[in-house]
């Protein structure tokens, strides 16, 4: 069984950056492919981006590409999403998915673990 625990969240103004971690426990990550979503209030979890277990390959919805960044530490057994230029429209709840596979997939339901989220909230 794996724990994910997401940081970072806060409040912060149009443009500013943010550093999202989610910190892995019960067992190692290293072989499992892991992913960022987040949802908006009354809106559905959308997928933001993923990584493969060796962090070779990254995928990012459209919205964010260009502005976010996802990597992670295997040895730390850590991922993180570098957030910059953010705008209102990313204000939501940011998640960790974790998944015992190889592909990276962008897809909610092909996830098995799952953080609590954090809260990113973006003045204009």
């Known amino acids: 069984q794996v724990q994910l625990v997401e940081s970072g969240g806060g409040l912060v103004q149009a443009g500013d950056s943010l550093r999202l971690s989610c910190a892995a426990s019960?067992?190692?990550?290293?072989?499992?492919?892991m992913a960022w979503f987040r949802q908006a209030t009354g809106k559905e979890r959308e997928f933001v981006a993923s990584?493969?277990?060796?962090?070779?390959?990254?995928w990012y919805a459209d919205s964010v590409k260009g502005r976010f960044t996802i990597s992670r530490d295997n040895a730390e057994n850590t991922m993180y999403l570098q957030m910059n230029s953010l705008k209102p429209e990313d204000t939501a709840v940011y998640y960790c998915a974790a998944r015992n596979e190889i592909l990276a997939l962008t897809t909610r339901g092909a996830y098995d673990y799952w953080g609590q989220g954090t809260q990113v909230t973006v003045s204009s």
């Open positions: 019960g067992r190692t990550i290293s072989s499992y492919a």
């Open positions: 990584i493969t277990w060796s962090g070779g390959n990254t």
